[in-house]
């Protein structure tokens, strides 16, 4: 403070002295010099300036220099300006792959980069850098595919993915249908799918990115954070503004517009439609679609396109003989646009939209009056129909009588079982005699517990047969050596009665049978039931005439004389059938020289074809009587001997020449089946359809014994003691008594209640077993079928029987050799040369030429509709004839709607979607915990309960049911 003090002090002193010595005067003088100071030193570097400017203005070209001092970074990188590197073009180590990824690459960096960039700046260091970045991703994720073996993916998890959202939208269509049914308002089908999502995902639900913009906006922009975290350099991943273009780059540039357009409904029909081969587009497909449809807007649709063709058809008919194709597809065109009408007419007056057209809508009492015709099944065919089987065993079981259909299958695999295993047996007797026969004693075994179930006295379903046939079967048993055929008078027996007038007969006159042809697609429908025909059906007729004439066949101006001299029996391929040899004389009417004689061979199916040709075209041959097929003993001489009398009555009646003369046409059909020569088959549309019922069966096995592992719950119980007596059975007659008994609960048990409703709710690969998990094409039939024809809720021993068709199918045609297949032909989707097609796929649609696409032309709603028809008609076109009648028409036609039906949901696509590719990224990084990303991103839903909520709800319940049990008290 006191040095303070003092220089003010000193301060104030000088001051007063200053002013005591000069006055005032001075301390203008002081002012006055500083401003002189400072206008003189203006002045000179006025004119010091001036004169500088004046010269450097004089001189041609003034040179300002650079500074001399500023950041030498910055100045060395503005004077040295180096041109840009070439870039390494090497992606993928494939050639091929690398070509079609570089254009891409370049089309993607120049309509999407380049096209901003370029008015920032001309520099080409930044698209440099872009570009490594690029490739560098691009490597690093052509190195990450390299190591995932794709196999298991695309045969296990993607089908799985399938058939779980399939199963969700199944299960969301059952609540809807379930609420209308209680006369509730339905809740949205997309919001009760989302619901059943969370409850099958365990607590887990996508709705909020597939039902808003913003949060799958947010959802693609953390999923794009986190590939760039895993494909780029650190360094450009740490430098954000990069990081945030690239990602801005691929959410809306490549993963929102590839997303909506995928999922877009429209562009899905599209894509079925031309995926699908054109002669999948049938008219029995397109009527039948017509006749099912619950849309009023495809129905108007196709009618207007239908009304503007007929008119421009009509303005081309000039009333001439040479209109005669016009004429037909005007005909055609009618009858396509009287069918929509009627289902037009059939939704606007209530009928039921979902089931309209399906054989559950049939009057079948009005099949069953009199004057009505059915097809009439052959009995062996209903033996080997899996539908057919299964209607005729309902039938039976209503009457009590199953008993006997059980007991013959119950043969059927004990002969299936011991064919395979007794010629085993005595090949093993040589080297271990104790071991054969007691190997032999358990086959013994099984057929006493198969006597002890269905013929002793004490059978809970005995089978009643003659006293002394009961007794012989028992006494061939216990004192015979084991052998397959100990049953076959037994069986034969309960053959004859099941064809008999109480049986079969009565069979054929229920709604059962009616039912049953509806599903086999062999009834017509309510147009013909009701006396319409179809103009389609008539064309189709005509020119089946016209084939006919026109085949070469001379014109009826000679007679015919035939008749079956012989007989012979013919090995081929392992089977052995008899040929009927006939003689035919053709004279010809003019000139009775004329003759000619040749010998031609029939086999008894030949016959049979015939009949059902000539039955089904002419009304008036209805009665004319075919020797019936045999199942038992069809190879003894006696047998083949009167088989070969009918036959000859049989045919002696076709030539009748009444006969000949008033049917029309009658005489070219039977020249034809006489033509010396294999017989080129002239099959009526029942006979077609009976040989695509039988064929299934014939691929897997001949006779219903390589089928009947696939037998219902009390039919098991007797044969699983065989099969469990009997070692070494071979895998296709073991599987069926035990892998499916234990993969479909046969085996006495049923699951409980809590099970089934866990596997409901779950994913369907819950509902597998574990040992069926490397059977790669049987757990693919398994997903599809079950899911998309819905199996688990049809009878069970219908299900049963078609995956023991499937397992026969599969084993027969290709083994062991078919998982092989599989793998090689995923190995070859996921070879260089196929990704580098589907580079240049992607590249040529959305580059064509070279040019960025231009967005697709909008469709109007019309189009659309057609779309959707063209595209369901396909779709069951595609289904094979053996398929419809493995699986019944109706069961076909309801699961491809149902497919069809759910890629009409464009937030439903989106989740479809969305779950393949979290799939995939878990595929391709399995070790950076990407399902738990996932789950954490899905959780944030409103459906999603918390820990809290859970445990709130388990409270309620609780205190609910302790107030139950006090108000009990």
Same mark, same amino acid.
């Given at each position: 403070?006191?040095?303070?003090?003092?220089?003010?002090?000193?301060?104030?002193?000088? !001051?007063?002295?200053?002013?005591?010595?000069?006055?005032?005067?001075?301390?203008?003088?002081?002012?006055?010099?500083?401003?002189?100071?400072?206008?003189?030193?203006?002045?000179?570097?006025?004119?010091?300036?001036?004169?500088?400017?004046?010269?450097?203005?004089?001189?041609?070209?003034?040179?300002?220099?650079?500074?001399?001092?500023?950041?030498?970074?910055?100045?060395?990188?503005?004077?040295?300006?180096?041109?840009?590197?070439?870039?390494?073009?090497?992606?993928?180590?494939?050639?091929?792959?690398?070509?079609?990824?570089?254009?891409?690459?370049?089309?993607? @960096?120049?309509?999407?980069?380049?096209?901003?960039?370029?008015?920032?700046?001309?520099?080409?260091?930044?698209?440099?850098?872009?570009?490594?970045?690029?490739?560098?991703?691009?490597?690093?994720?052509?190195?990450?595919?390299?190591?995932?073996?794709?196999?298991?993916?695309?045969?296990?998890?993607?089908?799985?993915?399938?058939?779980?959202?399939?199963?969700?939208?199944?299960?969301?269509?059952?609540?809807?249908?379930?609420?209308?049914?209680?006369?509730?308002?339905?809740?949205?089908?997309?919001?009760?799918?989302?619901?059943?999502?969370?409850?099958?995902?365990?607590?887990?639900?996508?709705?909020?990115?597939?039902?808003?913009?913003?949060?799958?906006?947010?959802?693609?922009?953390?999923?794009?954070?986190?590939?760039?975290?895993?494909?780029?350099?650190?360094?450009?991943?740490?430098?954000?503004?990069?990081?945030?273009?690239?990602?801005?780059?691929? !959410?809306?540039?490549? @993963?929102?517009?590839?997303?909506?357009?995928?999922?877009?409904?429209?562009?899905?029909?599209?894509?079925?439609?031309?995926?699908?081969?054109?002669?999948?587009?049938?008219?029995?497909?397109?009527?039948?679609?017509?006749?099912?449809?619950?849309?009023?807007?495809?129905?108007?649709?196709?009618?207007?396109?239908?009304?503007?063709?007929?008119?421009?058809?009509?303005?081309?008919?000039?009333?001439?003989?040479?209109?005669?194709?016009?004429?037909?597809?005007?005909?055609?065109?009618?009858?396509?646009?009287?069918?929509?009408?009627?289902?037009?007419?059939?939704?606007?007056?209530?009928?039921?939209?979902?089931? /309209?057209?399906?054989?559950?809508?049939? %009057?079948?009492?009005?099949?069953?009056?009199?004057?009505?015709?059915?097809?009439?099944?052959?009995?062996?065919?209903?033996?080997?129909?899996?539908?057919?089987?299964? /209607?005729?065993?309902? @039938?039976?079981?209503?009457?009590?009588?199953?008993?006997?259909?059980?007991?013959?299958?119950?043969?059927?695999?004990?002969?299936?079982?011991?064919?395979?295993?007794?010629?085993?047996?005595?090949?093993?007797?040589?080297? %271990?005699?104790?071991?054969?026969?007691?190997?032999?004693?358990?086959?013994?075994?099984?057929?006493?517990?198969?006597?002890?179930?269905?013929?002793?006295?004490?059978?809970?379903?005995?089978?009643?047969?003659?006293?002394?046939?009961?007794?012989?079967?028992?006494?061939?048993?216990?004192?015979?050596?084991?052998?397959?055929?100990?049953?076959?008078?037994?069986?034969?027996?309960?053959?004859?009665?099941?064809?008999?007038?109480?049986?079969?007969?009565?069979?054929?006159?229920?709604?059962?049978?009616?039912?049953?042809?509806?599903?086999?697609?062999?009834?017509?429908?309510?147009?013909?039931?009701?006396?319409?025909?179809?103009?389609?059906?008539?064309?189709?007729?005509?020119?089946?005439?016209?084939?006919?004439?026109?085949?070469?066949?001379?014109?009826?101006?000679?007679?015919?004389?035939?008749?079956?001299?012989?007989?012979?029996?013919?090995?081929?391929?392992?089977?052995?059938?008899?040929?009927?040899?006939?003689?035919?004389?053709?004279?010809?009417?003019?000139?009775?020289?004329?003759?000619?004689?040749?010998?031609?061979?029939?086999?008894?199916?030949?016959?049979?074809?015939?009949?059902?040709?000539?039955?089904?075209?002419?009304?008036?041959?209805?009665?004319?009587?075919?020797?019936?097929?045999?199942?038992?003993?069809?190879?003894?001489?006696?047998?083949?001997?009167?088989?070969?009398?009918?036959?000859?009555?049989?045919?002696?009646?076709?030539?009748?020449?009444?006969?000949?003369?008033?049917?029309?046409?009658?005489?070219?059909?039977?020249?034809?089946?006489?033509?010396?020569?294999?017989?080129?088959?002239?099959?009526?549309?029942?006979?077609?359809?009976?040989?695509?019922?039988?064929?299934?069966?014939?691929?897997?096995?001949?006779?219903?014994?390589?089928?009947?592992?696939?037998?219902?719950?009390?039919?098991?119980?007797? !044969?699983?003691?065989?099969?469990?007596?009997?070692?070494?059975?071979?895998?296709?007659?073991?599987?069926?008594?035990?892998?499916?008994?234990?993969?479909?609960?046969?085996?006495?048990?049923?699951?409980?209640?809590?099970?089934?409703?866990?596997?409901?709710?779950?994913?369907?690969?819950?509902?597998?077993?574990?040992?069926?998990?490397?059977?790669?094409?049987?757990?693919?039939?398994?997903?599809?079928?079950?899911?998309?024809? %819905?199996?688990?809720?049809?009878?069970?021993?219908?299900?049963?029987?078609?995956?023991?068709?499937?397992?026969?199918?599969?084993?027969?045609?290709?083994?062991?050799?078919?998982?092989?297949?599989?793998?090689?032909?995923?190995?070859?989707?996921?070879?260089?040369?196929?990704?580098?097609?589907?580079?240049?796929?992607?590249?040529?649609? @959305?580059?064509?030429?070279?040019?960025?696409?231009?967005?697709?032309?909008?469709?109007?709603?019309?189009?659309?509709?057609?779309?959707?028809?063209?595209?369901?008609?396909?779709?069951?076109?595609?289904?094979?004839?053996?398929?419809?009648?493995?699986?019944?028409?109706?069961?076909?036609?309801?699961?491809?709607?149902?497919?069809?039906?759910?890629?009409?949901?464009?937030?439903?696509?989106?989740?479809?979607?969305?779950?393949?590719?979290?799939?995939?990224?878990?595929?391709?990084?399995?070790?950076?915990?990407?399902?738990?990303?996932?789950?954490?991103?899905?959780?944030?839903?409103?459906?999603?309960?918390?820990?809290?909520?859970?445990?709130?709800?388990?409270?309620?319940?609780?205190?609910?049911?302790?107030?139950?049990?006090?108000?009990?008290?």
């Amino acid at each position: 403070m006191s040095v303070q003090l003092g220089a003010l002090g000193w301060t104030g002193l000088a !001051v007063v002295l200053y002013f005591g010595t000069f006055g005032p005067l001075g301390g203008l003088c002081i002012i006055f010099y500083a401003l002189s100071f400072i206008l003189g030193g203006l002045s000179v570097t006025y004119y010091f300036g001036r004169s500088q400017s004046k010269l450097m203005l004089q001189s041609p070209s003034p040179n300002f220099g650079y500074p001399s001092t500023g950041i030498p970074k910055l100045v060395e990188q503005v004077k040295n300006n180096k041109p840009v590197p070439k870039s390494d073009k090497r992606l993928t180590g494939s050639n091929v792959i690398d070509e079609a990824l570089q254009e891409v690459l370049e089309y993607t @960096f120049r309509d999407y980069i380049q096209v901003w960039y370029q008015r920032v700046s001309d520099h080409d260091g930044f698209k440099y850098d872009i570009r490594q970045t690029l490739q560098k991703a691009v490597i690093s994720f052509s190195n990450k595919s390299k190591d995932v073996d794709w196999v298991p993916y695309f045969t296990t998890r993607m089908v799985d993915n399938f058939a779980s959202h399939l199963k969700l939208f199944r299960r969301a269509q059952e609540r809807v249908k379930e609420q209308e049914k209680d006369g509730k308002v339905p809740t949205d089908l997309v919001s009760i799918f989302f619901d059943l999502e969370t409850e099958m995902e365990n607590n887990m639900c996508r709705d909020m990115i597939c039902m808003t913009m913003e949060q799958e906006r947010q959802y693609l922009q953390d999923i794009s954070e986190v590939l760039l975290y895993l494909l780029l350099p650190p360094e450009d991943f740490n430098n954000k503004p990069f990081r945030y273009i690239c990602r801005e780059v691929m !959410v809306n540039g490549i @993963f929102i517009p590839m997303i909506d357009l995928l999922s877009d409904p429209d562009y899905i029909n599209q894509y079925i439609a031309w995926m699908c081969k054109e002669t999948s587009f049938t008219r029995e497909s397109f009527m039948s679609i017509i006749k099912s449809s619950d849309s009023l807007e495809e129905l108007q649709a196709v009618k207007a396109k239908v009304d503007y063709d007929i008119a421009r058809q009509t303005a081309k008919d000039t009333g001439g003989a040479d209109d005669t194709e016009i004429k037909q597809l005007l005909s055609s065109l009618k009858f396509v646009r009287s069918a929509c009408e009627k289902q037009i007419k059939r939704l606007m007056g209530g009928v039921d939209e979902v089931d /309209a057209g399906s054989s559950m809508n049939l %009057d079948y009492v009005h099949y069953l009056s009199r004057g009505q015709k059915l097809c009439s099944l052959p009995f062996d065919m209903v033996l080997n129909n899996n539908l057919a089987l299964a /209607a005729f065993i309902e @039938f039976l079981t209503s009457i009590g009588a199953q008993g006997y259909i059980y007991f013959y299958l119950n043969v059927e695999g004990y002969k299936a079982s011991a064919q395979q295993q007794i010629p085993a047996i005595i090949q093993k007797k040589k080297s %271990d005699p104790s071991a054969a026969e007691a190997d032999l004693s358990m086959i013994q075994e099984a057929a006493l517990s198969l006597f002890e179930q269905y013929l002793s006295e004490t059978a809970s379903q005995r089978v009643k047969l003659e006293d002394h046939l009961v007794k012989m079967t028992l006494h061939r048993i216990k004192t015979q050596a084991p052998y397959s055929d100990v049953f076959d008078e037994p069986q034969r027996k309960v053959c004859e009665i099941l064809q008999s007038e109480d049986y079969y007969s009565t069979f054929q006159k229920s709604t059962l049978y009616v039912k049953l042809l509806a599903e086999l697609d062999m009834l017509g429908g309510d147009e013909n039931a009701s006396g319409e025909t179809d103009s389609g059906e008539m064309m189709s007729e005509e020119m089946d005439e016209l084939d006919t004439v026109d085949r070469g066949t001379p014109s009826v101006s000679y007679s015919l004389h035939a008749r079956i001299d012989q007989t012979g029996m013919v090995q081929e391929k392992g089977k052995s059938y008899v040929v009927y040899a006939i003689t035919v004389t053709k004279t010809a009417i003019d000139d009775e020289d004329d003759e000619e004689i040749w010998d031609t061979y029939r086999r008894y199916s030949d016959f049979h074809d015939l009949h059902m040709t000539l039955t089904e075209r002419y009304e008036s041959l209805a009665g004319l009587s075919l020797p019936s097929k045999k199942t038992f003993n069809n190879m003894k001489d006696e047998f083949i001997e009167k088989r070969r009398k009918a036959l000859n009555t049989y045919l002696q009646t076709l030539m009748n020449p009444d006969v000949l003369k008033n049917t029309v046409g009658l005489q070219r059909l039977v020249y034809q089946f006489l033509q010396p020569g294999f017989w080129e088959k002239e099959q009526s549309e029942i006979a077609r359809k009976m040989d695509t019922i039988v064929h299934p069966i014939k691929t897997a096995g001949r006779n219903v014994g390589n089928i009947v592992k696939a037998a219902p719950d009390n039919l098991i119980d007797g !044969v699983s003691k065989m099969s469990d007596g009997i070692k070494g059975i071979p895998g296709n007659v073991a599987d069926g008594f035990g892998k499916i008994g234990k993969l479909f609960n046969v085996k006495g048990m049923t699951p409980t209640i809590s099970k089934n409703a866990m596997l409901e709710s779950g994913r369907v690969t819950a509902g597998l077993d574990t040992e069926d998990e490397d059977n790669i094409p049987l757990r693919i039939m398994l997903l599809l079928m079950d899911e998309v024809f %819905d199996l688990k809720n049809k009878n069970q021993w219908l299900r049963r029987r078609i995956v023991a068709i499937l397992r026969q199918i599969i084993k027969a045609t290709f083994g062991d050799r078919i998982n092989r297949k599989i793998v090689d032909h995923v190995e070859w989707l996921t070879s260089a040369e196929q990704v580098a097609e589907y580079v240049r796929q992607f590249r040529d649609s @959305f580059w064509p030429g070279g040019i960025l696409a231009e967005p697709r032309p909008l469709r109007d709603n019309n189009t659309k509709m057609r779309t959707r028809v063209t595209c369901k008609a396909k779709m069951l076109g595609s289904v094979s004839d053996e398929m419809r009648h493995l699986i019944s028409s109706d069961t076909t036609r309801n699961g491809i709607l149902r497919v069809f039906l759910m890629f009409q949901y464009k937030r439903l696509n989106k989740r479809l979607i969305y779950v393949m590719l979290e799939s995939v990224l878990e595929t391709l990084f399995p070790d950076n915990k990407f399902p738990e990303i996932f789950r954490k991103i899905h959780s944030k839903s409103s459906r999603v309960k918390t820990e809290a909520d859970i445990e709130k709800s388990k409270t309620d319940s609780g205190n609910i049911k302790v107030k139950e049990k006090k108000g009990k008290k």
